[in-house]
């Protein structure tokens, strides 16, 4: 049965306003899924837990917040067809620019103290993400552990 194996996401700079998110982590299948298609899916999802300090008008339920795509033709779409051809490990290496504005999961700023009367110090609220990678047919997912991205974005 297919499985997936220490699902990675990490977050590095790119030129301009986006980041470069690239999702690691291996896909095991044995000999029952040879010959089988799945369909890989992965989606960047802002973790919202019950500590993180969101907008008030942010609910509590993770928000999907960009779905990498594969180029076809005409369209790209929002998945890549692995055929198993032998049992054994595959592993994956996707990286997407993923513009700042994107990955601000958690908009505005928050009011961390007063230092001197009357002066309130602004800072961007801190954004966490995760990525869910899915194989479809097997109808199996497992989410990278949450990344802060970073005060603000």
């Known amino acids: 049965m297919a499985s997936i194996v220490n699902p990675l996401v990490t977050v ?3 030129s301009g306003n986006s980041r470069n998110v ?3 982590g291996t896909l095991n299948f044995d000999a029952s899924d040879v010959g089988r298609t799945y ?3 992965i989606g960047v999802y ?3 837990s019950a500590s993180d300090n ?3 008008d942010d609910s509590s339920a993770d928000d999907l917040i960009y779905t990498f795509k594969w180029t076809a033709i005409p369209f790209p779409r929002p ?3 692995i055929t198993v051809l032998v049992a054994g490990n595959v592993a994956i290496n996707e990286t997407r620019s993923i513009s700042n504005d994107t990955l601000d999961e958690d908009k505005g700023i928050v009011i961390l ?3 001197a009367p009357q002066s309130p110090v602004p800072f961007p609220r801190s954004d966490e993400i995760y990525a869910k990678v899915t194989l479809g047919s097997a109808s199996i997912s497992k989410n990278t552990p949450p990344l802060q991205v970073g005060i603000g974005v």
């Open 12 to 14: 590095a700079n790119s």
């Open 22 to 24: 690239t999702v690691t």
């Open 39 to 41: 369909k890989l899916e």
């Open 46 to 48: 802002g973790d919202d």
């Open 54 to 56: 969101r907008p008030s």
């Open 79 to 81: 998945y890549k067809n």
């Open 113 to 115: 103290g007063k230092p």
